[in-house]
């Protein structure tokens, strides 16, 4: 991968969960390992979410879910990815999960779930990783 590429990485908190804190910390940090954020705000819906990271180009999405309602908000955004032709865009996802689902969500196509307590450095080194899997795909 080029040194001087900037992947694009979406960041947004789906649904009314008002606390966007955590979202922001590993924002800046994502911005301080070197990749480009595009953050959407809050209470952003599924739609909105994936219409942004169209628009957007993005190598990689990020969400955060404090709220509970996780299972319901990424089955809709793993919908739409799909409709949409964006399969080859990883997604992770932050926040308050019970472990009983992230298997769930990982077979739903969520390549990443970070509970509390995740380090900043495992969140950006796995971001880097899908990259750079990503472009390797795209470049095949």
């Given at each position: 991968m080029d040194q001087a590429y900037k992947p694009r990485i979406l960041v947004?908190?789906?649904?009314?969960d008002g606390h966007d804190r955590g979202?922001?910390?590993?924002?800046?940090?994502?911005?301080?390992?070197?990749?480009?954020v595009i953050y959407t705000g809050l209470r952003q819906t599924p739609e909105m979410i994936v219409e942004a990271a169209l628009q957007e180009d993005v190598d990689a999405i990020g969400l955060s879910i404090l709220s509970g309602a996780h299972m319901a908000l990424m089955t809709r955004i793993?919908?739409?990815?799909k409709e949409n032709e964006m399969t080859d865009i990883p997604v992770f996802?932050?926040?308050?999960?019970?472990?009983e689902d992230?298997?769930?969500?990982q077979a739903i196509g969520v390549k990443g779930v970070f509970?509390?307590?995740?380090?900043?450095?495992?969140?950006?080194?796995f971001v880097w990783d899908e990259v750079k899997e990503k472009l390797a795909r795209d470049n095949a």
């Open positions: 947004g908190k789906p649904g009314l979202v922001k910390v590993v924002a800046r940090a994502l911005r301080d390992a070197g990749m480009e793993m919908e739409l990815i996802l932050g926040g308050i999960v019970p472990n992230v298997l769930e969500l509970g509390p307590g995740a380090g900043l450095e495992q969140i950006t080194s």
